[in-house]
T-cell receptor
């Protein structure tokens, strides 16, 4: 199906393990984003990417790694998961060319629990 | 500070208009105002955006003050499906949305 999809939807892992969250979009959008949302709070930007092979830090990048070798994919890796990284993670994309191209489209989210 | 100021919660009745206020007193001349909403257990979804003029779309209207220090999202006839957290966001430069706490809107039947 067209759109933006995240996988897995739910993940339970243990402290110290590496975890990769996947994000795939079919619109060929230039920009992609990763946010985290902690219980009862708004979203905070982790990393974003303006194009393939171009990434930049957001508000809370520590403990996370991203890559973007293809326009349509933007995986987020927790190299050594900690309990504080228990959260709901949202991926988003936008065309980024101004006006209505700045609208961000969000995935359904990945609920990650680190035990 | 890039964040905006919104009431934590508001309540309205079904089929009545809802006016959601937002304060962005430090906004610069080129910052767009975006509104997103987040329904329970879902990702945020775009509602509307504007720069200086009032804007209308099928979901809502956006009224922006002349000095641009505040704006109001208007849902003309609220339904139960409009119950959500509404975020007012300044879009600055490089596409970054800075989410605040938002307003939790409750719609009473």
């Amino acid at each position: 199906d067209a759109g933006i999809t995240q996988s897995p939807r739910y993940k339970i892992t243990e402290t110290g393990r590496q975890v990769t969250l996947m994000c795939h979009q079919t619109w060929s959008h230039s920009y992609m984003f990763w946010y985290r949302q902690d219980l009862g709070h708004g979203l905070r930007l982790i990393y974003y990417s303006a194009a393939a092979d171009i990434t930049d830090k957001g508000e809370v990048p520590d403990g996370y790694v991203v890559s973007r070798s293809k326009t349509e994919n933007f995986p987020l890796t927790l190299e050594s998961a900690t309990r504080s990284q228990t959260s709901v993670y949202f991926c988003a994309s936008s065309g980024g060319a101004g006006g209505y191209q700045n609208i961000q489209y969000f995935g359904a989210g990945t609920r990650l629990s680190v035990l | 500070d890039a964040k905006t100021t919104q009431p934590n919660s508001m309540e309205s009745n079904e089929e009545e208009p809802v006016h959601l206020p937002c304060n962005h007193s430090t906004i610069s001349g080129t910052d767009y105002i975006h509104w997103y909403r987040q329904l329970p257990s879902q990702g945020p979804e775009y509602v509307i955006h504007g720069l200086t003029s009032n804007v209308n779309n099928r979901m809502a209207s956006l009224a922006i003050a002349e000095d641009r220090k505040s704006s109001t999202l208007i849902l003309h006839r609220a339904t139960l499906r409009d119950a959500a957290v509404y975020y007012c966001i300044r879009l600055q430069g490089a596409q970054k949305l800075v989410f605040g706490q938002g307003t939790r809107l409750t719609i009473n039947p």
